[in-house]
């Protein structure tokens, strides 16, 4: 092999001269990976506390999950102002980083979600409250499930007494 015809694909010459390289062209085109993703959710996310539900064939959630979720909000001194409700079922391109990025959440609550389907960087067991990279995270049964099991909801409202210091 001759030196002479050596060539180094571009992504390595970028990579060694990430610093002192310029590219001028300003016409390039995005990929849709690097597009903002505008996720749609219910609430205003005051208290940055993003709630993750999987319902199909509902935009956000049935009306009686909804009544249920408030009522579990109320009794941890919160309202839906309070929360970012983002159905997963509806989301297309979305994932655990876009949901970051948009929400900024302290908290993420999962109900009835497949974790490795949004990429979580942490599987970990329903009602096992889990530290990550400055977020509290809680995994539970679907709200439907929750709303018609008292044993479910006490151990749910055991987690949130933690996680909320009530």
């Known amino acids: 092999m001759s030196l002479d015809n050596f060539q180094l694909p571009p992504f390595l010459v970028q990579e060694l001269y990430k610093d002192s390289l310029v590219d001028l062209d300003s016409n390039q085109i995005k990929t849709d990976s690097l597009k903002p993703v505008n996720i749609p959710f219910l609430g ?3 208290r940055n506390i993003l709630v993750l539900v999987d319902e199909k064939d509902v935009i956000y959630l049935r ?14 001194k ?9 159905n997963v079922a509806t989301l297309k391109n979305a994932g655990y980083q876009q949901l970051l990025q948009q929400f900024r959440p302290g908290s993420i609550l999962c109900f009835g979600i497949n974790l490795a389907r949004l990429d979580f960087p942490l599987m970990f067991p329903e009602y096992q409250l889990q530290q990550c990279n400055n977020q509290s995270y809680l995994a539970a049964p679907t709200l439907a499930k929750l709303s018609s099991d008292k044993n479910e909801k006490m151990q749910l409202w055991n987690c949130l007494k933690k996680l909320f210091s009530i």
Do not use: M, R, W, Y
């Open 44 to 46: 205003k996310n005051e």
């Open 63 to 76: 009306d009686e999950d909804l009544a249920f979720l408030t009522g579990v909000l109320t009794a941890c």
């Open 78 to 86: 919160l309202t839906l102002s309070d929360v970012a409700i983002v």
